[in-house]
Nanobody, 118 residues
């Protein structure tokens, strides 16, 4: 079994920063792509950023220049540094991972709430 656990969400004022963490545990040989998604109330779950095992990153246009995704392969962890937060960034943020060799991909965390007040 593989589990993803997110942490680091909370309430912050507009312009502030938060750092989300995602820790993967269980039967893991290696992790290929890791990603962060978010879902605001009444909306679908949308991709925010991805990072490959080699460190290549991609971002949705709305967060470019403000968010930074990173990972620590030795710890099976991913992070999302969020700066210059805006009220429209308010959502539940989910970690996503593709585990090498698993037939149950993709894996999802339980989500962490990020609320940005104006």
């Amino acid at each position: 079994q593989v589990q993803l656990v997110e942490s680091g969400g909370g309430l912050v004022q507009a312009g502030g920063s938060l750092r989300l963490s995602c820790a993967a545990s269980g039967s893991i040989v290696s992790i290929s792509t890791m990603a962060w998604y978010r879902q605001a109330p009444g909306n679908q779950r949308d991709l925010v950023a991805t990072i490959s095992s080699g460190g290549s990153t991609n971002y949705v246009d709305s967060v470019k220049g403000r968010f930074t995704i990173s990972r620590d392969n030795a710890k099976n962890a991913a992070y999302l540094q969020m700066n210059s937060l805006k009220p429209e960034d308010t959502a539940v943020y989910y970690c996503n991972a593709w585990i090498t060799g698993s037939t149950k991909n993709p894996y999802w965390g339980q989500g962490t709430q990020v609320t940005v007040s104006s």
